[in-house]
């Protein structure tokens, strides 16, 4: 049992990277749709990931070890977090690190480190990219573990799999207060990953970037990782927020025939959410950036209200 | 034995301190000596609270002195060993530091004084956390007050420095008087002046007398701790001494008043009402908020980390409030978790904190100005002390998988037992608390972003800063084995949480075997079995290793090229770089209903009519002091009122002099006569 | 909102389809011939980095209607982008300014290999209308060597969409 759960989470440590760049194509398809163009194929981040990392590097003589090591720090915790979080069944090989605050204060240390290279080379790209980004995520921490947390006290415990685990049986949650956190959980999600109308992941404009600033820099394999670490990212939060918020594709682990089914169940439900995200970037610009704490405070108050109504 | 060891270092320490002024002639003599001592004396130290904490029986040794009222009693108990320990290990590091540190002065200061205080320093906080007798006591604590004010005002050549130590010196003393008031109801209650008397008398205390006590204790150790709105004087001080004694200050001093706090609140006064435990935890989260945000708006790094202490002192009040919450309650066991996380903050911002202002320190010894905004590409120049710096950056920003994370986890773990509680205004305090906390987390890690960055990264902003060197060997030990402390607290956590236990004896409702379950029976997981920081730990290493080397393999054809960062085609210059201030501007903004932040741009034009072609913009962000604005001012305005009103007795008059005296000595005995 | 969508979906196709640009004419070489590998590795996933170097802001706005819903090139998985970092084809309109010979420079050198030029238009590719004037620094390949040129003043969109589809082989010649 203990191989096979350290087995498994190998497998989901290296299916969400695999599949992470089709998420990204799909949304960008849809997108492209939605504005009456063909679009790129669904594979398409696949085949940039491919080229870049068949190119050669340019780094900046200005930058340290920070900036040649940042991208596999990110793309390390991000793999690490892949590994930690239940994804079509509960047995994760380091249980207990199985945590909510354990996964936000791992992905803090991409970011950090992130926005450590993005001051790095001394660009003033970078620097404002960095400064964004870090006080985006600092006001996002509020609302993304607000947004958990209701799940986390219904069940008493900030124990992934636990949470997981009971949300089937949907004893203490209810609709309003679940109603609530989901949507706080999205508007975390979109913020974390430098979605609208946060950030415009396709913007060609230095002075409107967030998490682009940052990686202006980067080129060949480095980039390569960096950008199929954003993807990575952005199927992580989709699988938490769906097993959390959207409960039914958690199986055993010792049976096969059901894994795949709520694998495909899962495939599912995250292609519905990342159609959701491309609706929402279709029909909405990007706010302002001062117009964002607002949103990032709803998102918190969301949370706060929803854990308010499941305390009592 | 730890007695004998004991001895061995207050004796090593006071030593160090007589040679170090015998020999002031000569600053290397005073130096090597004054430090050779202090070191002897903390390793001293921390064998003695070694050697205790495996026997682990509560020890009082009493020394009977002539003096009226005064006997030394040396108390030993698991708490007691736990502090000496963290002053012992983070004094014997600094001093390791200073051998290199104090070189800078030997050109324009005399060391001596400067290392009799330092090792006094080092007596008095030994003393302070082992005396059992209130005298006894008050001397250790008026003691350290004093020797850190010497250490404050060393560079006493600036004004600033001055200033800032005569800050620090009244709130020291306003504290301290209220501790003497709060020590004169303990012993009027237990009608003795030992600490052991306290608590065998406590069930005796009206609850009146108790809630006094501890508003008292709250505002005499908040101070030396600095708690939001006591906290004034940290961000003057920390700057204005020399690093390492910031460093002392910050790492261990404060922790003092956390140590009397828990004292105060679980042995003199164990009954403790619900409300305190609330007002310790609302005073935490505010402190913790506040901190951190004011941190953000500042650009002197010292500064900078002094307010970080402000915030994590709020972390450690949120756990031990929590704790006193719980076992108001009757939940020994949540309150357990409560104090051990406290505890656990406490032993981790020791460590870190101290490490990041030895940092700071090495940077403004070879920059010459704590002034953040003309540092830069110190990474290139001082690679040791940056990645020094960047580990202890992490840890205290609480990332996974460092020791800071550790003790957030489980302050959050108890906060979140609170949110599920019967009372509903622990509910909203918990809430509140969690809320505090989470954002805290993030907008420390902005911060070290910002001072790590800033400081570090990009290219340097001035010529000092380009000319900046690797400091000593000795100075980047000391980090080094504090950077190595930083990880083996996240590491060795299990080990640590099992030794920490011991210290929930303190409590009555506690005892060693406490089993730490939850109210809905999910365990914590603070035994060995359960959340493995070292597995942790070692997959994040070995995952970042094992990419690392995955694209070095798979890419090792392929060419890096070398070339200037890309600026639109542009020579870039440090110019463009952002500044600590602009980097935080957007926060700044954003809490402008807290910050209260002001905003002044001055132009400067070629042609003042035209108004087209500035020649330099200037845009200066500040934040006002609000505390001494609507506090201190104020305070101290109805302090010189009411003094100008009592000139008017001093006439100077000899008659009526006498008759001051006449009437005082009428009224005693009036006095005298009703109360017999 | 729901207005939108329907609007969107009511749209008729726009886009041109590929087999109508089969016959347009070949892009003109330049300097040296590309490898196949690099034309493999291209095809299919390609992104521009463009640089006017003094350019009248014609061959831009053609650029420009690349990416609408007609032409839409990035269905062939081409892209433009802000940094040269990321860049795999340098596109150069206008001819070069003295002004902006160190900046081109500092872009070509700024792109890792391997890497394509492009002169786009006429300016580009020998000065054009601006030939011999005291202000330009002449085609681009005095400045960088170019690859291949996209002749025109400006060309139109469908011209710049096939030759790059010729450069990379995506349509068989």
Known sequence: MGNLVLVSSLVQAALLPALAPLVVGGIKLLKARLQNRRGAPLWQPYRNLWKLWHKDEVISTDASWIFTWAPYVMFGSTLVVAALIPVITLSVALPEASDVLVIVYAVALGIFFMALAGLDVGSAFGGLGASREMTLSALNEGGLLFAILPAAIATGTTHLPTIMGSQLELTSWHVAPWLLAGSAFFIALLAENARYPFDNPATHLELTMVHEAMILEYSGKRLALLEWTAATKLLLFTVLGVNIFWPGSIANLTAPLALLSSFLVLLVKVAVVAAAIAAVESSMPKLRYFRLPDLLFTSFLLGAIAIIMVAL | MHLALFCIAIVALSLGGVLAALLYRSNRAAHLTGLSASLIGTLAAVASAAAWWRSGLSTTWQIATTIPLLTLDVHFDYLAAFFVMIIGTIASLVTVYSVGYLRQYYTEHRLAPFLVCYNLFMVSMLLVVTAGNTVYFLLAWELMSLTSYCLVIFEHRRRSTVRAGLLYFIMTHIATACLVLMFVLLANNSGSLAFNDFHTAASNLSPLAASVIFLLALIGFGTKAGIIPLHVWLPEAHPAAPSSISALMSGVMIKMGIYMLIRVLF???????????????????????????????EHDIKRLLAYHSVENIGIIMLGIGSAVVFLAQEKPAIAAVGIIASLYHTLNHAVFKTL???GAGAVVSQTGTTNMETHGGLIKRMPWTAGFFLISSLAISGIVPFNGFISEWLTFQTLLQGINNVSGIVKVTSLGAIAALAFTGGLAAACF??????????????????AAQEV???????????????????VLASRVLAELRHITTLHPAWSATVPFITARGATLALDTHGFSPATMAAAVLIIIAG?????????????VVFGPTWNCGTPLTPRMEITATAFSRALVVIFRGILRGTRQTSVEYHDARL?????????????????TRWMYRPAAQALFFGTHQLRRIQTGNVHVYLLYIFLTLVGLMLWVTWSS | MARLFLKVFSTPVTVIPPAALVAEPDVTKIGQQLTAKVRQLFNGSLVIRQVAAGSSNAEEEELKALSNAYYDIERFGISFTASPRHADMLMVTGPVSHNMVNALRLTYEAIPGPKIVVAVGDGAIDGGIFKGSYAIAGGVSAVIPVHFSIPGDPPTPRQILVSLLHILNTIAT
Do not use: D
């Not at chain 2, 072609?613 to 006002?624: C, K, N, R």
């Open chain 2, 472 to 490: 000593s060997r000795w100075e980047t030990g000391s980090m080094a084995a504090l950077a190595a402390a930083c990880i083996a607290l996240s």
């Open chain 2, 449 to 466: 972003v910002k001072a790590f960055g800033i400081t570090f990264l990009a290219r340097p902003r001035s010529v000092e800063s380009e």
């Open chain 2, 547 to 559: 990419v690392a080397a995955a694209t070095w393999w798979l890419t090792r054809r392929r060419q």
């Open chain 2, 267 to 297: 042995e003199f006064t164990p009954a403790a009402p619900l409300w305190w435990g609330i007002l310790i935890v609302a005073i935490g989260a505010i402190s913790s908020l506040l901190g951190v945000l004011y941190a953000l708006t």
């Open chain 2, 356 to 358: 990041l202002f030895l």
């Open chain 2, 611 to 627: 108004r087209y072609f500035p020649t330099t913009t200037t845009i200066t962000l500040h934040v006002p002091n609000l505390y």
